[in-house]
């Protein structure tokens, strides 16, 4: 339990895996916390130890329906981030970033409150430009399959802007655009290369790289992206973003798989498999923005961030083995 004496912040997204995490810290720092989710893919159990805080109500709701609440601040984190999940309804993936962004613009509209939009490198879509600057407008398919979360989180962002402009200063924007992020509590069934790759390493199956394994992303740990989004909300009004937050190492999927292999000590062979269509070539962030105005850089590098993910699907598979099972087949 712990006394309840700042402010009284809403999350939408909150169950997930980077709402749980957030929802956490902002509650450690004193603050009530209202988690908004329609648990798609947010689970009790990322939330279930919170429940003994007095400040921690969770409300479900489905973001693309209005909804009000008196608090000093909201963070907008509500969608689903893996391809899998995103791809699986993608009318509701659209609706949730952009009806999502409308009600809680609204919202923040209304109370005159600092609004966090969770948006993502993918508005970068596959980049022509390497590292990604904010500056840098995007290259993204409008009808592929990956559109309905890549065109979805751009709408959510000309909304904050076009919101942040006619409110003339009664409305807040923090607009964050985040580079993959792992660690636990990351929905382990979800595809994603971190995911898979150790539960696969764990479990000695094959390694299934997408493609020949030269593509690259930067990992970032979700202790590093939280501590961003917190840094970002708390700056003054002009800073608005957007901005990259997100960890400049890059490296290739057939190096991560490798290490992952290391780390686990693991007998799994690398098998490759077809590229998804639209994959981005290469994902890297230029993070001088994050640097200059919130004085943030990553502090855990890859091999730390992995151990203790490795270490958190591990006792997940050994104390689940109903899931485990489920997971293997
Ligand atoms: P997640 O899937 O673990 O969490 C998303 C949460 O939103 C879940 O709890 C889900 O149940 C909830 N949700 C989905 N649709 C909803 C709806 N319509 N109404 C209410 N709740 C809904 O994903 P995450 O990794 O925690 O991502 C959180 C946010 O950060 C997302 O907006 C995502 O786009 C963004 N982001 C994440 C990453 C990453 O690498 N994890 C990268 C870029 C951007
Ligand atoms: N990927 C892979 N094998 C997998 C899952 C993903 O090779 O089992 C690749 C995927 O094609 C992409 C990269 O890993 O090139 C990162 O994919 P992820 O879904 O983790 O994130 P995103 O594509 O959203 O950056």
């Not at 981030?81 to 659209?94: D, K, L």
């Amino acid at each position: 339990m712990q006394a309840v004496s700042g402010k009284k912040i809403a999350v939408t997204g909150g169950a997930g895996f980077l709402g749980s995490h957030l929802c956490e810290m902002l509650l450690a720092q004193g603050n009530e916390v209202i988690c908004v989710d329609n648990f798609y893919t947010g689970t009790k159990q990322n939330i279930a130890h919170l429940l003994d805080y007095t400040g921690f109500e969770v409300v479900r709701h489905d973001v693309i329906n209005p909804y009000n609440l008196e608090v000093d601040e909201l963070y907008n984190l509500a969608c689903a981030a893996s391809p899998n999940h995103y791809q699986r309804y993608p009318v509701q993936t659209t609706r949730t970033c952009v009806q999502g962004a409308i009600n809680a613009l609204d919202l923040g509209q209304r109370l005159g409150i600092k609004v966090f939009q969770a948006s993502t490198s993918e508005v970068y879509g596959n980049p022509n430009i390497h590292p990604q600057p904010e500056e840098y407008v995007g290259s993204v398919n409008p009808i592929g399959p990956r559109a309905c979360y890549d065109e979805g989180k751009r709408c959510a962002e000309t909304l904050f802007f076009d919101y942040w402009r006619e409110s003339r200063g009664r409305l807040s924007i923090k607009v964050a655009r985040i580079f993959n992020t792992y660690g636990p509590r990351m929905p382990i069934n979800d595809g994603r290369a971190v995911s898979n790759f150790i539960v696969q390493a764990l479990q000695g199956h094959d390694i299934t790289i997408y493609g020949d394994g030269s593509q690259t992303r930067s990992f970032c740990f979700y202790t590093d992206t939280v501590q961003a989004f917190l840094r970002l909300m708390n700056t003054p009004a002009e800073i608005t973003g957007p901005i990259n937050i997100g960890n400049p190492v890059e490296i290739t999927l057939l190096e991560l798989a490798d290490r992952i292999v290391a780390l686990t000590g693991s007998a799994s062979k690398i098998v490759h498999m077809p590229l998804p269509t639209d994959d981005p070539v290469k994902r890297k962030p230029d993070i001088s923005k994050a640097r200059a105005l919130l004085n943030w850089e990553p502090v855990v590098g890859l091999e730390e961030g992995l151990k203790a993910t490795v270490a958190h699907f591990d006792n997940m598979l050994s104390t689940d083995s109903v899931f485990a099972r489920q997971i293997a087949t």
